[in-house]
């Protein structure tokens, strides 16, 4: 089993900044993709920024140059640094996380796992 526990979502005034944090841990041998996904109000969830296990990372359009996704790892942790915030930004930002967990066979069994979600909300 593997966990995903997310934390620093909040209210912000537009132009401003947040910083989430996800980590994962349990049971696995290895993690590939970590991404952040948001759902705004009435909307389908939607990818926002992915990064592999190598660094490479890739953004919606609509949030390019404005969000930073970065990893450790070490430590099992990625982050979603938001700045320059917009009221359409609002949503609940769920982390999801796939790799390799116990051994199946001749390889290992694949498993993605989400978070818990956590809530942006950006208003004056």
């Known amino acids: 089993q593997v966990q995903l526990v997310e934390s620093g979502g909040g209210l912000v005034q537009p132009g401003g900044s947040l910083r989430l944090s996800c980590t994962a841990s349990?049971?696995?041998?290895?993690?590939?993709?970590m991404s952040w996904y948001r759902q705004a109000p009435g909307k389908q969830r939607e990818l926002v920024a992915m990064?592999?296990?190598?660094?490479?990372?890739n953004y919606a359009d609509s949030v390019k140059g404005r969000f930073t996704i970065s990893r450790d790892n070490a430590k099992n942790t990625v982050w979603l640094q938001m700045d320059s915030l917009m009221p359409e930004d609002t949503g609940v930002f769920y982390c999801?996380?796939?790799?390799?967990?116990?051994?199946?066979?001749?390889?290992?069994?694949?498993?993605?796992?989400w978070g818990q979600g956590t809530l942006v909300t950006v208003s004056s």
């Open positions: 990064i592999t296990s190598r660094g490479t990372t």
């Open positions: 999801n996380v796939d790799g390799s967990s116990e051994k199946e066979g001749d390889g290992y069994k694949y498993f993605e796992v």
């Open positions: 349990g049971n696995f041998v290895n993690i590939n993709y």
